[in-house]
């Protein structure tokens, strides 16, 4: 399959580093932060690109980190939440990844008697070998950790502590005075293990825990920010322009104005509290540029901002559903919606926070059945809803790509509820209605029961009129949601206009989707007033 330019939701791979731009000062910056300390956190933001810096920036280059010969071997490991009696421990885990990357090494087969307690000393210290090893443990989204059991979390970095602090551990000194002189020689190479944390900010505080057993946790940290506007147009331009890969879409451009308003656009969640660009939404609104291009809409492969910029905001809002669409055949499209809403996110009641889970495939098939399967799962991977992560016992384990996706996630989740609450009450309505009507005509040939008969009859209907009433007042507030959102997306077309107006006149369908909506506004004060000055300033378009 022929390679996308921009990866969307999914972080990028080592094999994307030369797609991976705007980052480079990040890259070496954190690369030498690694060389000098043992134990680092890079921390930053949800959708800032901690995952794509580790797998594009800062893994290709561990070979090359203080110019050493002996290259630096990464442990990533991706401990996903806490489920119980599916989740295998963070130890698990991290012993599983290092099984997978490296073996036991015949020099060292004597420490099976001197270390009768297999820790993650003993199953690192087997792999060494008399040239020396070097290793850098990843545990990326570090925040799943906390969803473990205490006596886990306990477990987990006590042995942390010993591996990158102990050279020796005492009782392994002790027994090793029987050794000859080259198993003592190999005993006291050097194994250099480093420790980098990656936790979103939010979750910063959670680290304090460690400190009993890992005390300078906190004291080598790394921040990762947004996007400045010099890094977000290197990351928007030079992707696009790249001819290193078997690329979906020819090399095309991006006008001076539209990566000016892109930038722009794009600049606008500085206002919510963000320190720069999220590096998550860039490469949705690319990807989404990128799948016109390749569809034949832009014309000569060069992007203006007529092509995206009364539309921006849907682009964002409806990312999640426009993949749901994709999946093949539309009868799948539910079920996955289902999927995703009710098995593959948590949401707290109270604070209504959601968080990601990680969920074995068979795990997930088993639940929700047919019409989900692992096809089903394969095609939400490729579409880069879900990520797939290999599990501790062989299989695999399933979960949302992203934690941006949650929002819309959840506004989806909420209408879909909304619209099956409404679709039974209507359901049940009919139900009553009907039985109401077989049980009439029973009533009239059981005269000797009419008492009894019309009683029930009284009370069923009163049921029916009940489920009707709740069932018309639950589509009523369906049909009131719905008009508000045409009203916010409308007030986004005239707020478009307005600014491709300051420039140019708007394309023929923009204007075309102007003039079909804004009769239904005629009787909105607030809309009317913009519908007359837009109508007055799009005279000399018409």
Known sequence: MKQKRYPGVKPFEAADKALFFGRQRDIADLSDLIALERLVVLFGKSGYGKSSLINAGIIPGLSTIEQEELPMQPVLVRLGSYQEGQSATPLENLLSRLREISTETAETAFLDELAPERSLWYHFNRRQTASGQRYLIILD????FFTYPPAQQQAFKTELAELLYVDTPQAIRRAAAGL?????RLLATPLEVKLLLAIRSDRMSLLDSMKDKLPAILHKRFELKGLTDEQARAAIEKPA????????????TYSEAA??????????????????????????????????????????????????????????????????????PPSARPAAQHLIEEGL??????????????????????????????????????????????????GFNYEVSHDTLLAPIQ???????????????????????????????????????????????????????????????????LIIAQRAKERIEF???????ERVLTKNCPDAATLNEFDAQKNKYRDDAELNVKISEIDQKLIPCR
């Open 141 to 144: 989204q570090f925040e799943e």
């Open 180 to 184: 000859d002189k080259a198993q003592r």
């Open 241 to 252: 322009i790249s001819t290193k890969g078997d690329f979906a879409a020819l090399p095309f």
């Open 259 to 328: 990566l000016n308003l892109m930038v722009d656009k794009l600049s606008e969640t500085r206002s919510a509290g963000h320190s720069g660009i999220e590096a998550f939404q860039l490469q949705i609104l690319c990807e989404y540029l990128e799948g016109e291009i390749i569809a034949g809409r832009i014309p000569n492969n060069r992007i203006e901002p007529q092509h995206f910029e009364s539309k921006i905001n849907a682009i964002y809002e409806g990312y999640y559903l426009r993949l749901i669409g994709k999946l093949e």
């Open 345 to 394: 996110i948590f949401q707290d009641a109270q604070s209504g926070e959601a968080r990601r889970l990680s969920v074995d495939a068979d795990v997930l098939v088993q639940r929700f059945g047919p019409p989900v399967s692992k096809e089903l799962l394969r095609q939400l991977e490729s579409t880069f809803l879900l990520r797939r992560e290999a599990g501790s016992t062989g």
């Open 411 to 477: 506004k989806s989740r909420a209408a879909r509820i909304a619209r099956e609450a409404a679709e039974r009450e209507r359901t049940l309505a009919k139900r009553r209605q009907r039985r109401l009507a077989g049980f009439l005509v029973a009533a009239l040939l059981a005269l000797a029961v009419v008492t009894t008969a019309v009683l029930y009859v009284l009370k069923l209907r009163n049921d029916a009129v009940r489920e009707k009433l709740n069932a018309e007042k639950a589509l009523n507030d």
């Open 491 to 497: 007030k986004n077309l005239l707020s478009g206009i």
